[in-house]
C-alpha cells in the first residue's frame, strides 16, 4: 500500500569493488608496519621516565652529557642536554660498527633531534626523557639537528657524530 | 531510479543573510591577502634571497613572518570562511532562516574580537610562537586570549547552525535532511568535540602559568592536549572542500550526485574518526607509550577510508557531469568537464593535488615510517598539499559563485580567475615537490635553510625550486584576490534574469531512499565519544594524573 520508497544504501558494483581495493591497501599497510616494526627493528620513542629540567646540573648522568663506551668499538650511550641554541655535546667519535643509543632531554624550550641518514628522530622535550639508537656502519660525519623551532637562533643548534674507520 | 523529482520552490538568502555570510568572506580575504605576502619570502629565503632584512616593515625575524603566515592563513582564513560558508549552506539548504540569527552575529563578532586581539601582539613581535605555540615557549597573554575568543566565537557560531537544523527537523518530521545542510553541521559538531583539546590546554594549562598562577607548565601534557585538536582542525578545513565537491561541484559541471547514502556515511565516519587519532602527530614524542602510538596509527589509517571512498564517489559524479556534457570514451568525460569555468577549474585542480596530499598522509600515518619525516620539511611540504590545496583552492573556486551571489554582481575577468588557478596549481607542484624532497634529505621544517650552517651544497637546487614556486603561488593568489575585491567593488550588476544561484546538486537516486540510520545524530554522537574514551582515556588520565608544572615560560 505504501508509496514510500524502498530505503537501503545502495552501492554501486564499481564502488563495491574500489571499496574492497581500498580495504586490502590499508591492511597491507599496517602489515608493513607491524614488519618494519619487529622484523626490521624500527622502533619510534616511547616512555622512558621523567626529569625535572630545572635541577638537571646536579643530576647525574644529565650532569656529566657525553659519550659512555659500554662495549668497546662496539655498544655505546650519549646522553645530550637540549639547550638554547645549542646540544651538549656538540661533537662525538665513535669507531665504525658502533651501536649507538642516543639519550636526550632539554633544560629549557622544546627541541628536536634528527640524525642524518638514520632512523633517529625524536622530540627533546623539557621534562622528558627521549632515546633511540642507530649503528654506524660507514665512516663519515652525521649531523644532529634541531628540528623544533626553539627561539631566534634555531637555526644554527646541530651537532656533529664522527665515525671513524 | 528517479530521473527528475519535483523541486521545491527555492528560498534565496535574504539581504541581511548574505550581509552576514559576506562579512566573514571579506575578514577571511583580508587574512590572507596579508598571511600570504609572507609565503614567498619565506621560500625565498631558502633560495638564498633574504628580504626579512629589507622589508622589516612587515616582520622583523623570518620566525615572526612565519607565525603571521601560518596563523593568518591557517587559522585565520579558513575559519572566517568556513563559519561563513557553511552558515550559507545550512540556510540554504533548509530553506530557512537561522533558528536566532543573534547567536550567530554573537559568534561572529567575539571570533573578530579575538582576532584583533590576537594581532596585537603577533604584530608586535610579543607572540613568535608560530601557529602551534608549544610551552614553555610563551607568548603575550592577548595571543592565546584571542585564540581562545576565535575558537569559542566559532563554537556559538556552531550553536545557532545546531539550533537551526533542529528547528527544522521538528517542521519536517519524516524527511531525509538536506545532504549538505547535515554535512555543514556534522562538521561543526566534529570541530567544537576536537577543540576541547586546544581549548583546555590554553585555559588549564598555558593561561594559568602565563598570568604566573603557577610554576609553569607541562610540556607533554600540552602536546597531547594540542594534537588533540591539531589533526581534527585538518577536517575542519577539508570537510567543507569535499562538502562542495560531493553537492555542489557536481552541478557546476552539469551532473548529479553519485551517492546520497554513501556521501552521508562518509561525513558520520569523519565525526567519529577525526578525533581519536592524535597521537600520530607525537610519534616522535618522548612521554607517550608506543603501544598507544600504533592504536593510533591504525585509526588513522582507518580515517584515511573515507577518503578514499571520497575519491570514488566525487570522480563518479564527474565522469556523470562530464557524459551528460557529451563527453566519450575512457577519458573523454575529462575534456567535457567545464575547465574555463574558474570555480570548477580550481576545485577540479583541488582534488587532484588533495590525491597527493591523500597518500603524504598515509605515509605520515605509518608509525616508525614517520621517523624518515618527522618535522622535516616534508611535513609543511605535505600540509600546503591540504590546507593549501584542497582547502584553500576549494574556498577560491567557492568564492568565484559566493561572491557575485552575495552581491548580484558579474565575476571580473574569469578567464584570468581561471588561468590563475593554472599558476597557482603549477607553483605548488614545483614548491611541495621540493620540499617533499629535502624533508626525506633532512631538511628541518620551520627553519630558514638559507642561514642554516648544516645545509650541504647539493640541496641548492631544490631550495631554489622552493623560491621559485612559493613565489608563482603568490601570484595565483594574488590573482584571486584582485579579482574577489574589483567583483564586489564594481559598480556594475548583474540582470535580474542572470543572477548566479547557489550550485547544490540532486542525487541520483531519491534521498527518501537513503536509509533512517545514516539521517541520526544520537548512535554517530555516541559512538563518536566512546571512541574517543577509549583512545584518549587511559592515556589523558594518567598523564593529568602525573603532571608536572615544572617548565617555566621562556620568551622566544
Same mark, same amino acid.
Given at each position: 500500500m505504501s508509496d514510500a520508497p524502498e530505503q537501503n544504501i545502495h552501492i554501486d558494483p564499481y564502488e563495491r569493488t574500489w571499496i574492497r581495493i581500498s580495504i586490502g591497501f590499508l591492511i597491507f599497510f599496517i602489515i608493513m608496519i607491524v614488519v618494519a616494526g619487529l622484523?626490521?627493528?624500527?622502533q619510534v620513542p616511547t616512555d622512558e621516565g621523567r626529569v625535572n629540567p630545572n635541577t638537571l646540573d646536579a643530576e647525574l648522568p644529565w650532569s656529566e652529557p657525553g659519550l659512555r663506551e659500554i662495549v668497546p668499538g662496539e655498544e655505546y650511550e650519549v646522553y645530550i642536554v637540549a639547550s638554547r641554541f645549542s646540544f651538549n655535546p656538540r661533537e662525538i667519535t665513535v669507531p665504525k660498527g658502533a651501536k649507538v643509543t642516543f639519550w636526550a632531554t632539554s633544560s629549557d624550550v622544546q627541541h628536536g633531534f634528527a640524525l642524518e641518514g638514520t632512523n633517529v628522530n625524536m622530540m627533546v622535550i623539557p621534562g622528558q626523557v627521549s632515546k633511540l639508537s642507530a649503528t654506524f656502519d660507514e665512516p663519515g660525519e652525521y649531523n644532529y639537528i634541531c628540528h623544533e623551532y626553539c627561539g631566534l637562533g634555531h637555526a644554527a643548534m646541530f651537532g656533529t657524530v664522527t665515525v671513524e674507520s | 531510479m528517479i530521473e527528475d523529482r519535483v523541486t521545491q520552490p527555492t528560498r534565496e538568502l535574504t539581504r541581511s543573510e548574505k550581509r552576514f555570510v559576506g562579512i566573514h568572506v571579506i575578514f577571511a580575504v583580508a587574512a590572507l591577502s596579508i598571511g600570504i605576502q609572507y609565503g614567498p619570502m619565506q621560500a625565498l629565503e631558502h633560495a638564498g634571497l633574504d628580504l626579512y632584512p629589507k622589508m =622589516? /616593515?612587515?616582520? =622583523? =625575524?623570518y620566525y615572526q613572518g612565519l607565525t603571521l603566515h601560518g596563523v593568518l592563513n591557517a587559522l585565520i582564513w579558513t575559519t572566517f570562511f568556513i563559519t561563513g560558508f557553511l552558515t550559507l549552506v545550512v540556510i540554504k539548504g533548509l530553506e530557512r532562516p537561522l533558528r536566532y540569527p543573534w547567536l550567530n552575529r554573537i559568534g561572529f563578532w567575539m571570533m573578530v574580537v579575538g582576532l584583533f586581539t590576537a594581532a596585537i601582539p603577533i604584530l608586535g613581535n610579543q607572540?613568535? %610562537?608560530? +601557529?602551534? /605555540? +608549544?610551552?614553555?615557549m610563551e607568548a603575550s597573554a592577548l595571543f592565546y586570549i584571542g585564540l581562545v575568543l576565535v575558537v569559542v566565537g566559532s563554537w556559538i557560531e556552531g550553536y545557532g547552525m545546531y539550533f537551526t537544523f533542529y528547528a527544522w527537523r521538528k517542521e519536517n518530521p519524516g524527511t531525509r535532511s538536506p545532504f549538505v545542510a547535515l554535512a555543514a553541521v556534522i562538521t561543526m559538531v566534529m570541530w567544537q568535540i576536537a577543540t576541547i583539546g586546544i581549548a583546555s590546554e590554553i585555559l588549564a594549562i598555558i593561561l594559568p602559568s602565563v598570568f604566573g598562577w603557577t610554576s609553569g607548565t607541562d610540556p607533554q601534557l600540552s602536546r597531547t592536549l594540542f594534537w588533540f585538536t591539531g589533526h581534527p582542525l585538518v577536517y575542519f578545513w577539508v570537510l567543507p572542500a569535499y562538502l562542495s565537491w560531493y553537492a555542489m561541484l557536481p552541478k557546476q559541471v552539469?551532473?548529479?550526485? /553519485?551517492s546520497d547514502s554513501l556521501a552521508r556515511l562518509v561525513f558520520w565516519l569523519f565525526l567519529i574518526l577525526s578525533t581519536p587519532l592524535g597521537f600520530h602527530h607525537q610519534f616522535a614524542d618522548p612521554g607517550v607509550p608506543a603501544g598507544w602510538k600504533f592504536i593510533h596509527a591504525l585509526l588513522t589509517l582507518g580515517v584515511s577510508f573515507p577518503s578514499l571512498l571520497t575519491l570514488f564517489t566525487v570522480v563518479a559524479s564527474l565522469e556523470y557531469g562530464g557524459r551528460k556534457r557529451g563527453g566519450k570514451g575512457l577519458f573523454g568525460w575529462i575534456r567535457a568537464l567545464p575547465w574555463s569555468n574558474p570555480s570548477v577549474v580550481w576545485q577540479l585542480l583541488a582534488g587532484l593535488l588533495f590525491v597527493f596530499g591523500g597518500i603524504g598522509g598515509i605515509i605520515n600515518a605509518s608509525y616508525n615510517v614517520n621517523l624518515a619525516l618527522h618535522n622535516t620539511s616534508w611535513v609543511p611540504g605535505h600540509f600546503h598539499l591540504t590546507v593549501a590545496s584542497a582547502a584553500t583552492m576549494s574556498f577560491v573556486g567557492i568564492s568565484f559563485w559566493l561572491v557575485p551571489y552575495l552581491t548580484g554582481k558579474p565575476l571580473w575577468r574569469p578567464k584570468l580567475a581561471a588561468a590563475a588557478a593554472w599558476i597557482y596549481f603549477g607553483g605548488m607542484v614545483i614548491f611541495s615537490n621540493a620540499m617533499h624532497v629535502i624533508g626525506l634529505l633532512g631538511a628541518p621544517r620551520r627553519?630558514?635553510?638559507?642561514?642554516?650552517? +648544516? %645545509?650541504?651544497?647539493?640541496w641548492a637546487g631544490h631550495l631554489w625550486r622552493i623560491g621559485f614556486g612559493g613565489t608563482i603561488m603568490w601570484i595565483g593568489l594574488m590573482i584571486f584576490i584582485v579579482v574577489v575585491a574589483v567583483t564586489a567593488l564594481q559598480r556594475k550588476r548583474l540582470p535580474e534574469d542572470q543572477l548566479v544561484e547557489v550550485p547544490i546538486a540532486e542525487s541520483i537516486r531519491d534521498p527518501q531512499m537513503t536509509p533512517e540510520w545514516l539521517d541520526r545524530w544520537r548512535p554517530w554522537l555516541i559512538a563518536a565519544v566512546v571512541l574517543i574514551l577509549l583512545s584518549y582515556g587511559p592515556q589523558l588520565y594518567e598523564q593529568i594524573t602525573q603532571i608536572q608544572l615544572t617548565s617555566p615560560g621562556f620568551t622566544p
Open positions: 622484523a626490521l627493528g624500527i | =622589516s /616593515f612587515l616582520a =622583523s =625575524s607572540a613568535t %610562537v608560530l +601557529y602551534t /605555540f +608549544y610551552p614553555p552539469g551532473g548529479k550526485m /553519485f627553519t630558514p635553510l638559507g642561514t642554516a650552517p +648544516y %645545509v650541504p651544497g647539493e
